[in-house]
């Protein structure tokens, strides 16, 4: 990444794994999803990311493998462009240029050279499929502007839309109504649902569509659960539906079977369902996957099906119904009430996950390492259902200890609070609850930290509460008589004129704990627990606590709920600088003097980095999110960067991370020129990897650079191929006809003879000092058997560590004949 790159904001991870049905291969061993901006390809045996196709600018709404040829992939994305990809390579192989937003994305066997896309009409909720002329062309970027309409008032989700039949026609849902439209007569036919508010027919709404691969039937999915099967649509008046029901909510997905004789059929049981033959009978179930069933996908081969889930996760399915793989995204949870943490020992990010448990998750992999469960009890999906909630969790002594707070709140004056205290277990390489304390606050806990030195003698942890303390925890020796144990125990409170505590934090030394109490600062030692000095602004009750780092360390820096950013100077105890910024993310980099400050607008989120000791601003990025900014997080970087741009420059030691409200992760990137490589150039270069068999040496690949490294070989190396490109034996050999050549036989001894070693290869540290140059020369034989017999000495007097057989007499009689015959009838071919 250079300077002149500029910085924009990408979805990094975590990204929805679920937002559209995930494609398989034709072979079944890989499986596509969409992910943001990406497309990512997982192998369906081993879980594994195998390849991310970057290259879309937005947001990606629908793949599907290319029909033509099956390793390669169509996708189309929110950027208005249609790519293809080679997905076993990874490559970007062209890009239709459509120029509008692109909702879904169909394509047809028998439609060559075209494909149908789901674009949106002027108006924002009407959605029309139209069919777009992919031209052909050698250049990789290439305009497709010619569209042709097919169906209007359409829903946007492409589970709403299913061709059927061979792709004879195409059928699309929307509230009370089906739109069947036949390719061949260019006719529509439209199908209506009673709307009547009357509970038996209240919740008609259509969700889903699927059809039939070989017959003319329709599938359709309901609010109120029900599935109904249409039949003999192509008339308007003679269509006939039966109802299949087994679902006590809406249908989210349908999906038929390769050869159609099973309908399967998922929701908010998480229990995925298959209707054998279209009977009520005969269903088979899958349940317990965990959670709704937002799409099904069915293989090409038939051989497996899969069904994402509304917690991001992807499950493999085997035919006889058997889960095979799980491949879990972040998963989104209702709301993120600890916010993001970095665990110090995986490097993983640490939020909110299943409901009562932590997830960790692995970023730079972009997959979900592990869960821990925190509340340790079931959990009822009963709506209206007041739950446990797990609300704050912070990490301490480098990741060896954890603290969570979980709470649950029916009546204002009935609340269930509970504190757990966690110690990392080299032996099981997880947490282990240490220390368990009920209500360690009278009212709601505000925040909590520890103390973060290698200075302190006892871990130290603060919590801060609405009850107008804030309370000191200390590590403290447990043991008894029959085992050695540690635990912790309350140290210290303190209150300050009975304001509730809404903010801690120490600072980087660990030697002062910063407490605020609505619009008041304290700051205390760590030591004695005594009150050194407070700081008020009166701009506002304190939302957001921080101290400086490194050379900043000196400052303390506070945000209000007033949009007030303030920054206190802890050696004059004065007010260093203020500024107007409605501070709703604010976050120190734990490797450099930098904090990021991401304030709301009406227009959107902005961020700000600044060092405190100066509020003029190193870099600015305006509306870096539409919706509002929740959390954010530096995480440390293993290989830093090299921006030389002092705009950039924070970026280069840590990675800034920031969650939406809607619970999107995002990140900043350089803008890269994307790789224009290529399938040839790819083929290119395997073929310059391909290995050194004895047939690549005699088709003449043999590299310039392999005669350099022979000399670098190891001495138990035998022997080197000779060079056969200039032999012209062996040319005349593989150039010459079949039918004009001798029998094999004949030709054995002059292919094996082009083939020994000659004199010349053989470098001077392999001749052995103790041959006798002289006494060769002296032979009494021809000089062609001289050669032949000082390449058998050479090999043979060779010191290679192994025993080689000595040639009798006799047996270099029979050589020489093969060294007289007569070649000279190849140089007439």
């Given amino acids: 990444m250079g300077e002149e790159a500029s910085v924009r904001v990408v979805r990094c991870g975590g990204s929805e794994l679920n937002f559209r049905r995930a494609v398989f291969s034709a072979d079944s061993k890989y499986i596509f999803c969409v992910s943001g901006d990406f497309i990512k390809v997982y192998s369906t045996a081993t879980e594994e ?16 493998l290319n029909p033509n040829n099956h390793l390669q992939l169509y996708s189309c994305s929110l950027d208005g462009t249609i790519k293809l990809w080679d997905y076993i390579d990874g490559i970007l192989i062209k890009t239709f240029i459509v120029g509008c937003k692109l909702h879904a994305l169909f394509i047809l066997t028998r439609a060559e050279d075209s494909v149908f896309v789901t674009v949106n009409k002027e108006e924002p909720d009407v959605f029309q499929l139209v069919s777009v002329k992919l031209p052909k062309s050698s250049s990789q970027e290439v305009e497709a502007k010619e569209l042709s309409f097919v169906l209007d008032y359409i829903n946007q989700s492409p589970k709403c839309i299913a061709f059927g039949n061979e792709a004879e026609y195409v059928a699309a849902v929307r509230d009370f109504y089906l739109s069947v439209y036949f390719f061949k007569k260019k006719t529509t036919s439209r199908f209506t649902l009673s709307s009547s508010k009357n509970k038996k027919h209240a919740r008609n709404n259509f969700t889903c569509v699927a059809c039939h691969p070989k017959e003319d039937c329709i599938a359709s999915g309901h609010m109120d659960g029900k599935i109904r099967l249409w039949r003999n649509f192509n008339d308007d008046k003679k269509y006939i539906y039966t109802c299949l029901h087994w679902h006590h909510d809406m249908v989210m997905d349908l999906a038929f079977s390769v050869t159609g004789t099973s309908l399967l059929s998922g929701g908010r049981e998480s229990v995925l369902v298959e209707w054998r033959d279209a009977m009520e009978k005969n269903k088979e179930f899958l349940p317990r996957l965990g959670a709704t069933i937002e799409h099904i996908s069915v293989s090409p081969a038939g ?27 972040l998963v989104k949870d209702r709301s993120i009430s600890t916010g993001l943490m970095i665990d110090p020992k995986t490097k ?23 869960n821990l469960d925190i509340i340790q009890q079931e959990y009822i999906n009963d709506y209206g259902l007041i739950q446990i909630e797990l609300t704050k969790a912070a990490f301490g002594c480098f990741g060896n200890w954890l603290a969570t707070v979980e709470q649950r709140q029916e009546k204002e004056t009935e609340l269930e609070l509970q504190m757990k205290l966690w110690m990392y277990n080299k032996k099981t ?12 606050h009278e009212d709601h806990i505000t925040a909590l930290c520890f103390c973060n030195t290698e200075k302190s003698e ?3 942890l603060v919590t801060a509460s609405k009850d107008g303390h804030f309370k000191v925890w200390i590590l403290t020796d447990d043991s008894d008589i029959y085992k050695n144990a540690v635990g912790w125990t309350c140290d210290f409170v303190g209150s300050y004129h009975k304001y509730q505590a809404t903010n801690c934090c120490f600072s980087e030394d660990g030697s002062l704990l910063a407490v605020s109490f609505e619009e008041i600062v304290t700051i205390w030692d760590s030591e004695t627990w005594e009150l050194k000095c407070t700081f008020c602004h009166r701009a506002g009750k304190i939302t957001r606590l921080c101290f400086g780092r490194l050379t900043c360390s000196k400052y303390l820096l506070g945000a209000t709920e007033n949009g007030i950013l303030c920054c206190w100077n802890l050696l004059s105890c004065a007010l260093e600088w203020s500024a107007k910024l409605n501070v709703r993310v604010m976050e120190p980099d734990p490797n450099s003097e930098n904090i990021a400050a991401i304030s709301q607008s009406s227009v959107g989120s902005d961020l700000f980095v600044f060092k405190p000791s100066e509020p003029r601003p190193l870099y600015i990025q305006k509306n870096i999110s539409r919706e509002e900014v929740q959390w954010g997080v530096f995480v440390p970087r293993d290989v830093p960067e090299s921006f030389t741009s002092e705009a950039y420059q924070w970026l280069n030691r840590s990675q800034f991370y920031f969650l939406t409200k809607s619970q999107s992760l995002l990140t900043f990137s350089t803008k890269s020129p994307e790789e224009k490589l290529t399938p040839t150039s790819k083929q290119l270069l395997a073929e310059e990897s391909l290995p050194t068999t004895p047939f690549y040496f005699i088709l003449g690949k043999h590299r310039q650079q392999q005669g350099e490294k022979f000399n670098e070989t190891s001495e138990n190396e035998l022997v080197q191929l000779p060079l056969t490109e200039n032999i012209p034996a062996i040319s005349e050999l593989l150039h010459t006809p079949a039918h004009v050549l001798p029998s094999a036989t004949f030709l054995c001894s002059m292919l094996i003879n082009s083939l020994l070693l000659s004199k010349e290869t053989k ?25 032949f017999t000082e390449e058998v000495q050479d090999t043979n007097n060779t010191d290679l560590g192994v025993d080689i057989h000595q040639l009798s007499k006799s047996e270099e009689k029979e050589l020489r004949k093969f060294r007289k015959i007569d070649y000279s009838w190849v140089a007439a071919l």
């Fill in 429 to 440: 390489q997880g947490f282990v609850l240490n220390t368990r304390i009920n209500m360690p």
């Fill in 763 to 787: 470098s001077a540290e392999e001749i052995p000092d103790d041959v006798d140059m002289e006494e060769e020369k002296e032979s009494d034989d021809s000089d062609e058997e001289n050669d």
């Fill in 49 to 64: 990311c195998v390849h991310i196709l970057h290259g879309h600018r937005n947001l990606v709404t629908g793949i599907q």
């Fill in 348 to 370: 993983a990010l640490v939020l909110n996950g299943k409901p009562g448990h932590l997830q960790f998750y692995s970023l730079q992999s972009d997959k979900q390492l592990y």
């Fill in 303 to 329: 051989d497996l099906f899969c069904t994402s889930h509304s917690d991001n996760k992807i499950i493999v399915i085997h035919r006889n119904l058997e889960a095979s793989a799980v491949i879990q995204g």
């Fill in 458 to 460: 006892h871990p130290t």
